[in-house]
């Protein structure tokens, strides 16, 4: 017996031709992407839709660009910085350009530039000293600039650089030097010295490089912003001084009581405060001793050490040192 056959309906090869029509015109649409496919930007480049601002036409000797660039705003900077973007917002972060360049016939050695606009030469301190490296070494290309085995950081105005290559070799270490002279000739003329605070520190026994200033919530503590630090070595450990000019005495009065009272919320136990310090507040907390005072318009600490005499001793420098610099 013979099997009848079935015939498809109109509306079945109706909806054949549309479906071969719809996967004619995928593989076209990628075959266009792969025509247009740049293996120099990919992953990185053009992803914010910003433009690579002052980098975009940027002319370095001996380095070709790696693709136009990018640019980054407020609520794009943390794809491009996963997990340290709430710092350079905390600091007063607008906006961020980046490119990279190969050394010439070279592609595989390569550096990458990021240049930050803060919101004013004090934010671009913050970052600049925050993400300071251990193990840096100064440059002469602006009062704030270092380099590391194979990066450049620099501060100048409202403005921050960083600029890392892929590898510590030679060439591209000059490369870094000579794309970061050709951007500070771009960069509108503006300061490029440390805040004033930041030179108030007595010199003897810090730390050299360890000047900090913390934009936002210094120590834990909410509203305790705009706080310089440094580092004193002492023995096994270290010492913190800190500082900040507030806008008159009994502003910087009742944040040195608000900062005791924030120790002891968090277990801390008041002591008697040295004599030669008036309205100073002493705390002793977990094993170590925090001094904060108020001297005229100036916030002032010592924090974090274990020995009571040492940290008194540092607070004594300070205190000197910010007499000299009383208006």
Do not use: C
Not at 17 to 33: C, E, P, T, Y
Not at 98 to 108: E, K, Q, V
Not at 184 to 197: H, N, T
């Amino acid at each position: 017996m013979e099997l009848s056959r079935s015939h498809p309906s109109l509306t079945q090869r109706l909806l054949t031709l549309a479906v071969l029509g719809l996967l004619a015109l995928v593989a076209a649409v990628v075959l266009w992407q792969q025509g247009r496919y740049d293996p120099a930007s990919w992953g990185w480049g053009g992803a914010s839709g910003t433009g690579a601002g002052l980098l975009a036409e940027l002319q370095v000797t001996g380095l070709s660009p790696l693709g136009p660039g990018e640019g980054f705003t407020p609520q794009t900077l943390s794809d491009k910085i996963d997990g340290k973007a709430e710092l350079y917002l905390a600091a007063g972060f607008e906006t961020m350009v980046a490119r990279r360049y190969a050394l010439a016939g070279r592609p595989a050695q390569w550096l990458e530039l990021m240049l930050y606009r803060m919101k004013d030469a004090r934010a671009a301190y913050s970052v600049f000293s925050n993400q300071r490296r251990s193990g840096a070494q100064d440059s002469s290309l602006t009062p704030n600039a270092y380099t590391t085995s194979n990066a450049l950081y620099l501060a100048q105005g409202p403005w921050y650089l960083e600029a890392v290559a892929s590898s510590p070799e030679p060439a591209l270490k000059q490369g870094l030097t000579q794309a970061a002279k050709a951007i500070i000739a771009k960069l509108p003329a503006a300061p490029s010295a440390a805040p004033a605070e930041a030179e108030l520190f007595p010199a003897q026994g810090m730390k050299e490089g360890s000047v900090v200033l913390l934009a936002k919530d210094a120590f834990g503590m909410a509203g305790l912003d705009q706080i310089f630090i440094a580092t004193y070595p002492q023995g096994e450990q270290e010492l913190m001084a800190f500082l900040a000019r507030r806008t008159d005495p009994a502003t910087a009065q009742k944040q040195a009581a608000a900062y005791a009272a924030f120790l002891k919320e968090n277990g801390g136990n008041a002591q008697p405060a040295p004599g030669d310090l008036p309205g100073a507040h002493l705390v002793e907390i977990f094993g170590s001793w925090e001094l904060s005072w108020a001297q005229g318009p100036y916030l002032a600490g010592v924090r974090g050490s274990e020995g009571k005499a040492a940290t008194l001793a540092l607070a004594q420098r300070l205190r000197q040192a910010l007499q000299k610099a009383q208006p």
